[in-house]
């Protein structure tokens, strides 16, 4: 058996003023053919997973290119068409092979090309022709295309937000694609679509039991894969939105029937799953009692959506600064993205104190730069953050106190949003020994987190982010979904 496998991914903010091009994977992530490390990233762990199974079963497996860039706006389309054409022709040199198994994000958007994913899997499938099995693992965040089902024999996205999941799910697909491969199920996809957008944690109810359910539905009565696709609403493609994907052994009816049926379970929580969130004043005011009354485990506040994983700068200074102006202290901040700011903090050298300008420079949304005298507490040419079994990386980054203050802050180079605390502790600062936690991230700092937090507070700054989709100008959507509509299905 001949398996090709490669990875192709980013998660494009279409309203994001930050531009994704070559040197954004190069900085992230990139490994050329059979270059891939032993540790998975968020979209290429299929790769991991194939290698283990490879050399367990006798299976030759020929690795393409596998390339991540951190969310963020528009592909440019010269990169997108070089790391495509370069994995296409790695693919036609493999030939032939019996199946093709890639970890995609399914929210990449390139400049002229609205469905990266879609347009990727067409090209495979002119390549390998109607008979060679087409297998891809996706974030849930993405676009469920048309065109992506019509060129894929099997996909399924990760369930758990945060994507604690993500090798599991790896596991999942390149299991079921093996037992396709020899002859013991046939798959076959339908999905519902749910006509909606909406943010679904699964660290809370009622999505904690929603996806429970997906589980144990999982290799019972013919059932052989559920995913939820949540969809990604900074993406201003066609489809976006909300869907379930249900594959099935064979029995096409029986998986649109139940994709139907879960969606329309989703449509009836809508407005229900997403995370409680407060204004600033309202947040830090929540914040400061929690501290208050802390056993010794500092408050983690959200920045909800000046989240680099979302595509956006997340060099916002709104929390920062309202924070700096009502004395709040004793504070760790996660991360302010500044590059500039990071070079000066390098050239001065740990120990320095230097007058410093940082953040507010993507845009006006996030707020004005904030100007203080700092000293370098640190100051590095890489670090780094855990994410599950991947390591994430701040690229050169600095850790930085406010003068007169206890105050901390984390500028990094290569934007990321926060995962784990060991973002602090690998610069040399303890977490714990903070009052106050502030992280830019919608939900995956969650699993991190929670065990070290007296309490977790969400605040909505009213960041660059578009996270309110009934005001949001898409130009490119194709259909009316809630919230934007009351009842798209018109029941």
């Known amino acids: 058996m001949r398996i090709f496998t490669a990875s192709l991914a980013t998660e494009t903010n279409t309203f994001s003023p930050v531009p994704t091009d070559r040197a954004s994977f190069d900085t992230a992530f990139y490994a050329g053919p059979g270059q891939h490390p032993p540790t998975p990233t968020l979209c290429s762990a299929p790769i991991v997973v194939l290698r283990r199974r490879a050399a367990a079963e006798g299976i030759t497996l020929i690795e393409g290119t596998a390339a991540w860039a951190e969310p963020g706006g528009l592909l440019q389309r010269r990169a997108y068409e070089e790391l495509r054409d370069e994995i296409?022709?790695?693919?036609?040199?493999?030939?032939?092979?019996?199946?093709?198994?890639?970890?995609?994000?399914?929210?990449?958007?390139?400049?002229?090309?609205?469905?990266?994913?879609?347009?990727?899997?067409?090209?495979?499938?002119a390549i390998v022709g109607p008979k060679v099995l087409i297998a891809s693992e996706l974030d849930p965040h993405s676009h469920l295309t048309?065109?992506?089902?019509?060129?894929?024999?099997?996909?399924?996205?990760?369930?758990?937000?945060?994507?604690?999941d993500f090798v599991e799910r790896a596991e999942h697909v390149v299991d079921l694609a093996l037992r396709a491969l020899r002859g013991e199920i046939r798959p076959v996809m339908a999905a519902f679509d749910c006509r909606m957008i909406?943010?679904?944690?699964?660290?809370?109810?009622?999505?904690?039991?929603?996806?429970?359910?997906?589980?144990?539905?999982?290799?019972?009565?013919?059932?052989?894969?559920?995913?939820?696709?949540?969809?990604?609403?900074?993406?201003?493609?066609?489809?976006?939105?909300?869907?379930?994907?249900?594959?099935?052994?064979?029995?096409?009816s029986k998986a649109a029937a139940l994709a139907r049926t879960l969606g329309l379970e989703v449509f009836a929580m809508r407005g229900r799953?997403?995370?409680?969130?407060?204004?600033?004043?309202?947040?830090?005011?929540?914040?400061?009692?929690?501290?208050?009354?802390?056993?010794?485990?500092?408050?983690?506040?959200?920045?909800?959506?000046?989240?680099?994983?979302?595509?956006?700068?997340?060099?916002?200074?709104?929390?920062?600064?309202?924070?700096?102006?009502?004395g709040v202290d004793n504070v760790a901040v996660?991360?302010?993205?500044?590059?500039?700011?990071?070079?000066?903090?390098?050239?001065?050298?740990?120990?320095?104190?230097?007058?410093?300008?940082?953040?507010?420079?993507?845009?006006?949304?996030?707020?004005a730069p904030i100007d203080a005298m700092v000293e370098v507490i640190k100051a590095t040419s890489e670090s780094w953050q855990s994410f599950?079994?991947?390591?994430?990386?701040?690229?050169?980054a600095a850790l930085v106190r406010l003068d007169g203050t206890t105050i901390e802050v984390i500028l990094n180079t290569n934007r990321t949003q926060t995962f784990e605390p060991d973002i602090f502790s690998n610069l040399g600062l303890n977490p714990t020994s903070k009052s106050i936690l502030l992280v830019k991230s919608t939900n995956h700092f969650y699993a991190g987190f929670a065990p070290i937090a007296e309490e977790i507070i969400y605040i909505d700054a009213g960041a660059p982010y578009p996270s309110h989709p009934r005001e949001t100008k898409y130009k490119k959507l194709s259909r009316e979904i809630w919230p934007r509509v009351e009842n798209p299905h018109g029941l």
């Open 146 to 164: 048309k065109k992506r089902l019509a060129n894929a024999d099997l996909l399924a996205a990760f369930l758990e937000f945060p994507h604690t």
């Open 334 to 367: 996660a991360t302010i993205w500044d590059p500039i700011a990071v070079s000066f903090c390098l050239a001065a050298g740990h120990g320095a104190k230097i007058q410093l300008r940082f953040g507010g420079k993507a845009g006006p949304d996030g707020g």
């Open 273 to 326: 799953t997403a995370m409680p969130m407060l204004g600033v004043d309202a947040g830090l005011d929540a914040a400061l009692a929690a501290a208050a009354r802390r056993t010794g485990k500092p408050v983690v506040v959200a920045d909800v959506w000046d989240n680099p994983g979302g595509g956006v700068a997340g060099d916002g200074t709104l929390i920062l600064r309202r924070m700096l102006e009502r």
């Open 388 to 396: 599950g079994a991947s390591r994430v990386t701040l690229g050169p």
């Open 198 to 252: 909406d943010v679904f944690p699964t660290s809370r109810e009622p999505m904690r039991s929603f996806v429970d359910r997906l589980r144990a539905l999982q290799g019972k009565d013919g059932i052989l894969s559920v995913s939820l696709i949540h969809g990604f609403m900074a993406g201003d493609v066609p489809e976006m939105g909300t869907q379930v994907l249900v594959v099935a052994d064979g029995d096409e």
């Open 88 to 125: 296409l022709d790695q693919l036609r040199a493999a030939q032939p092979v019996d199946g093709v198994i890639l970890g995609l994000h399914g929210a990449m958007v390139a400049q002229g090309y609205d469905d990266c994913e879609g347009d990727l899997l067409e090209r495979i499938r």
